[in-house]
């Protein structure tokens, strides 16, 4: 089983920055793809920001050139760095690891944190 545990969300003023972690434990085998999601209330689950296991990054439009996601492989580690916020990326904030085990993929999800931007 895997398990993955969020960290880094919070409180901050329009124009800060925040710094998401998503920690991952268990049998961790060939990582495909992993993921950044958000969800505002009253709103469909969006992409933010993706990482293929070759190391190309994906972002959704509205948060290019603000944030970016890396990864420790050491650590297992997944972060997305989140500058210049704004009001409008306030959302509950998700990762995702799609595993690779032979031809099954299987997607692991993060609890969720809050990010919240105030004007």
């Known amino acids: 089983q895997v398990q993955l545990v969020e960290s880094g969300g919070g409180l901050v003023q329009a124009g800060g920055s925040l710094r998401l972690s998503c920690a991952a434990s268990?049998?961790?085998?060939?990582?495909?793809?992993m993921g950044w999601y958000r969800q505002a209330p009253g709103k469909q689950r969006e992409l933010v920001a993706a990482?293929?296991?070759?190391?190309?990054?994906n972002y959704l439009d509205s948060v290019k050139d603000r944030f970016t996601i890396s990864r420790d492989n050491a650590k297992n580690t997944m972060y997305l760095q989140m500058n210049s916020l704004k009001p409008e990326d306030t959302a509950v904030y998700y990762c995702?690891?799609?595993?690779?085990?032979?031809?099954?993929?299987?997607?692991?999800w993060g609890q969720g944190t809050q990010v919240t931007v105030s004007s």
């Open positions: 995702k690891f799609r595993l690779m085990r032979g031809v099954v993929l299987t997607d692991y």
């Open positions: 268990g049998s961790i085998f060939s990582i495909n793809v």
């Open positions: 990482l293929a296991s070759g190391g190309s990054a």
